[in-house]
């Protein structure tokens, strides 16, 4: 750490072990007060404790100490998350950052990886639609300070495809409904066909009809924006195992003639395409990995659920593709219903498994909370 030369450190304090670590501070920070200063906040290195210091000596000019918890309970989880916390302290006003951890108690390639990972997805800024779309500096070089460089390097080069798909996945999602419509999601689609070297294929509305597709056309019916089914398939020159990934894929999604009220905070309802977003950033990050011995495929049957005179009724009657007659008594139960024909058309692909991504129910996270995802399968090895 002595011999480094950037001027933003994130560092990673234990609890318990304040002294020691701030003395080995001391040596490199140029500040007689730092043990006072540290004091005087109440900083014990708590895990999600942070406290940023600007330094007006010496080569280093702002510390951002951030807690780790108890050395004796430190998992690879807290360091992903202490580190998040310190770009998103300096992230879009500094260029290189430093880290030092305690990686030690770690294998340093896994550890690289954390925080790799938890550098460039905090550090992400989606300003594709702000009226000033100049974005704050970015964050360009990161060093793993105490760390093999070597090490670093190999395992970032894997991390960089992920943080690739989870920003496309991002911006899917944040793209507001009369950008990202069913069209434009086909389009998306496309181009991650074009430039990863997909197979691809985009039913319309007449193919999705051939096919007996009545549970997702119905949905569909309320909208002027036609439906999209989308199936990407990735595969490798060896697969042994078929994978399918599908995701919801409601582009708007108003509740239909139940339409959504009071606190069902429509004007989210975007969101409902979260999904589909992720199985495409999947399909992103796996076409660029490119796994051996697997094929994968991802399906998302795109539409909007709207209002018009032939939008589908509380009441109606339909059959979906495997000839299932299904009453709709609440028409905003429509991601069962477009899921129902790609659950249908997923399983004529005679996969090893399916899985199946929907922001299904406002009622999950109602039991779950923000920070948890509902999970159901009958395969407890697949939920591993």
């Known amino acids: 750490i002595n011999e480094w030369s950037g001027s933003v450190l994130i560092a990673g ?26 004091n005087d906040s109440k900083f014990e290195g708590k895990i999600n404790q942070k406290l940023s210091i600007e330094l007006i000596e010496g080569k280093i000019k702002k510390v951002i100490f951030v807690g780790l918890g108890k050395a004796e309970t430190l998992r690879i989880d807290d360091l992903r998350k202490a580190a998040s916390i310190g770009t998103r302290q300096v992230s879009g006003y500094e260029t290189k950052l430093g880290i030092f951890f305690p990686w030690d108690a770690f294998e340093p390639s896994l550890a690289a990886c954390a925080v790799g990972e938890a550098v ?149 309802m975007k969101y409902d395409m979260g999904g589909s977003a992720s199985v495409l950033g999947a399909a992103r990050a796996i076409a660029e990995l490119k796994p051996n011995d697997i094929e994968v495929h991802f399906i998302v049957a795109s539409c909007e659920n709207m209002i018009n005179g032939s939008a589908l009724h509380p009441g109606d009657i339909i059959t979906a593709s495997n000839g299932k007659t299904i009453e709709v008594n609440n028409t905003d139960a429509e991601g069962r219903l477009t899921l129902a024909d790609a659950l249908v058309y997923a399983c004529k692909l005679q996969p090893n498994a399916i899985v199946d991504l929907a922001t299904l129910t406002g009622a999950c996270v109602i039991a779950l909370g923000d920070e948890i995802a509902g999970l159901w399968t009958d395969n407890d090895k697949l939920s591993g």
């Open 13 to 38: 304090i234990l609890e318990g072990k304040i002294e020691g670590q701030v003395n080995l501070f001391k040596t490199i920070i140029k500040d007689t007060f730092l043990s006072k200063r540290i």
């Open 120 to 268: 460039q997805l905090s550090s992400m800024k989606d300003l594709r639609f702000k009226s000033e779309s100049k974005g704050p500096t970015p964050i360009d070089e990161v060093d793993l300070i105490g760390l093999d460089t070597k090490t670093t390097k190999s395992a970032i080069a894997e991390i960089n495809p992920i943080c690739e798909g989870v920003k496309f996945a991002r911006e899917l999602v944040s793209a507001p409904p009369n950008v990202l419509t069913p069209y434009q999601m086909a389009k998306e689609a496309e181009k991650l066909a074009t430039d990863y070297d997909l197979d691809l294929k985009i039913l319309d509305k007449k193919e999705c009809q051939d096919q007996g597709m009545g549970a997702y056309l119905a949905v569909a019916k309320g909208s002027d924006l036609d439906p999209k089914f989308i199936h990407l398939k990735y595969s490798s020159k060896t697969a042994k195992n078929k994978v399918v990934l599908i995701g919801k894929g409601l582009t708007f999604d108003s509740g239909g003639y139940n339409l959504k009220v009071g606190a069902s905070q429509i004007e989210k």
